[in-house]
């Protein structure tokens, strides 16, 4: 079956240091992979999508990147964190078409 | 655009109550998806509906796809303090989804039980 791994689960970051999160899928092979953030437990905001490796459109200019060197792998970046970047990050992988997403448990990340 | 409209946005009620809430649209949807998402967690997946009129259970939950395809209802029987979350309506964004599979989400219903 497949599965979705996320981490960290929480990250406490000073504003301006960079960022990485990763996102694993593991059961499947060439999945459509997304980054969301959700703000105050309500509203999913699609960040970023990619249908294939080094294949990435966005969503919402912003402060943010993403990279996918594998199949399996999305990662999620910045070099220099903003207090407007605390949230909680979600990745979710999905087949084509009409198939439904399915979510990691999600990084919670906190600026100070 | 296509927007999805969820309500309520909250409800209270008390545990062994049923409850309804909706999702519409102002644009024909081919599938309807609907998540429950617990606090700190992603949202899982309840019940995928693929066809007009359709009626779909799983456990104590009911969701049923619009005749108009416009709009869709999810039922909860005899809520427990468990079903406590975030129930989001989805479904994809442009007629078939299209190769990424985008989904358009509706803002939520946040359920409250009472035990």
């Known amino acids: 079956s497949q599965t979705i791994h996320q981490w960290p689960a929480t990250l406490v970051q000073p504003v301006g240091s960079p960022l990485s999160l990763e996102c694993t899928v593991e059961g499947t092979s060439n999945p459509n992979l997304y980054w969301y953030r959700q703000a105050a437990g309500r509203g999913l905001q699609l960040l970023f999508y990619?249908?294939?490796?080094?294949?990435i459109s966005s969503e919402v200019p912003q402060n943010l990147s993403a990279s996918r060197p594998q199949d399996r792998q999305f990662i999620l970046s910045s070099k220099k964190l903003l207090l407007s970047d605390s949230g909680f990050y979600l990745c979710?992988?999905?087949?084509?078409?009409?198939?439904?997403?399915?979510f990691g448990d999600g990084t919670r990340l906190s600026i100070l | 655009g296509q927007q999805l409209n969820q309500s309520p946005q909250s409800m209270f009620i008390q545990e062994g109550e049923d409850v309804s809430m909706n999702c519409t649209s102002s644009s024909i949807f081919n599938t309807w998806l609907w998540y429950k998402q617990d606090p700190g967690e992603g949202p899982v997946l309840l019940i995928a509906l693929y066809k007009a009129g359709e009626l779909t259970s799983n456990g104590r939950l009911t969701a049923q796809f619009g005749i108009t395809r416009k709009d869709s209802f999810l039922n909860i029987s005899a809520s427990i303090p468990s079903d406590v979350g975030i129930y989001f309506c989805a479904g994809p964004l442009g007629y078939y989804g299209g190769s990424q599979g985008n989904l358009i989400f509706g803002k939520g219903t946040k359920l409250s039980v009472k035990p």
């Open positions: 979710a992988w999905g087949g084509q078409g009409l198939q439904p997403q399915h």
């Open positions: 990619s249908v294939g490796i080094g294949q």
